[in-house]
């Protein structure tokens, strides 16, 4: 913060947005699907390309229209955090618009963009509700 002229007590919301600093929640699901958009691609060694599939069953049409990966089931939530079920999670959950991007800067910029809109979106939704709370308190 002090890097940019801020002061030390300064809000860092703000200056991450200025920035375009992804929060660190963020931080993992955009690395998985950075990782998902190569493997996607074939752009990656072929031991990495055996970890993902994508959908190609005919009882899944739209999902491999709109360029899905299967997730495997399993039965612990330990497995749930494996690349090989957290990377498809977090791809599909991209809206089909991203996942269809061809050029990796345009999905990385896109990617980003989409990241930081959900973060603020719901830091917004919060700051909201908790001003919402404050006024219904106060006039009770």
């Not at 992804?22 to 990656?44: N, Q, W």
């Not at 910029?109 to 990241?115: D, E, S």
Request: proline share 6%.
């Amino acid at each position: 913060m002090l890097m940019c002229g801020a002061s030390p007590r300064a809000d860092a919301h703000p200056l991450s947005q200025q920035l375009h600093w992804l929060p660190v929640a963020s931080r993992i699901p955009y690395k998985l699907c950075e990782l998902m958009f190569d493997i996607y691609h074939g752009t990656v060694p072929s031991y990495v390309l055996e970890l993902c599939k994508r959908c190609t069953d005919s009882d899944r049409l739209r999902s491999a229209a709109h360029g899905d990966v299967t997730i495997p089931r399993t039965r612990l939530r330990f497995t749930d955090r494996s690349f090989t079920v957290a990377g498809p999670k977090a791809w599909n959950a991209l809206p089909s618009r991203l996942r269809t991007l061809t050029c990796k800067d345009t999905f990385r910029k896109h990617l980003k963009t989409h990241f930081l809109s959900i973060f603020f979106n719901s830091l917004l939704t919060i700051l909201f509700y908790v001003f919402y709370r404050a006024i219904v308190v106060r006039h009770h």
